[in-house]
């Protein structure tokens, strides 16, 4: 059965729970909800286990904080015994358009703190990221206030048909690749 880690990012505490810096954290809620699943408070994170096809499909929500997420990533590849081949990191991009998605199998962390980390901790940028748009709304100097900033009225009215989006790739990467998943929901 192939297996994979999905590292959905996000900050612990209901003070960040409805924050765009969470949407990892959100994505993991929908898939663990729609497959009645449910998280425990485990090493470095909540976790919880869903199967779909003959996939088993690991969904981590570090409780490290964002900016130590490759800790609790590595930690759980390695117990896992899986290689950053079978990763998925799901996490927030101020980029890209509110709730565009964009999927890519590499590249740089774009600035964001996360995945700095985790390509930190795993000594690699060869590892798949799934980014959700959040915008880029904000006066200059203000990108920590927005990015730990509550969605706006009309984002959240739109976010539920977007992490279901999300939620989508997120299965499509297990079951159909890579490339297909790319095709299939890059920039929609």
């Known amino acids: 059965m192939k297996k994979y880690l999905i590292a959905c990012l996000g900050n612990i505490g209901a003070e960040y ?84 998605l964009r999927i890519k199998g590499k590249g740089s962390d774009g600035g964001h703190n996360g995945l700095k980390d985790i390509q930190y901790q795993l000594g690699t940028q060869e590892y798949a990221r799934l980014r959700f ?21 009309e984002e959240q009215a739109l976010l539920p048909e977007r992490i279901a989006k999300c939620a989508e790739a997120v299965l499509s990467y297990g079951l159909a690749g890579l490339a297909i998943t790319m095709n299939t929901f890059n920039n929609k």
């Open 17 to 100: 729970a409805n924050t765009r810096h969470n949407i990892g954290f959100l994505v993991a809620d929908k898939l663990a909800k729609d497959h009645n699943a449910s998280f425990t408070t485990q090493k470095l994170g909540d976790l919880a286990e869903i199967k779909v096809k003959g996939r088993t499909f690991i969904l981590l929500k570090p409780s490290t904080y964002m900016n130590l997420s490759g800790k609790a990533v590595r930690y759980w590849l390695e117990k896992e015994r899986l290689t950053a081949e079978n990763l998925l990191v799901v996490c927030d991009d101020l980029n890209i358009k509110f709730g565009t």
């Open 133 to 153: 748009g959040i915008s880029s709304n904000f006066e200059s100097g203000k990108q920590i206030d927005y990015v730990l900033g509550e969605w706006a009225p």
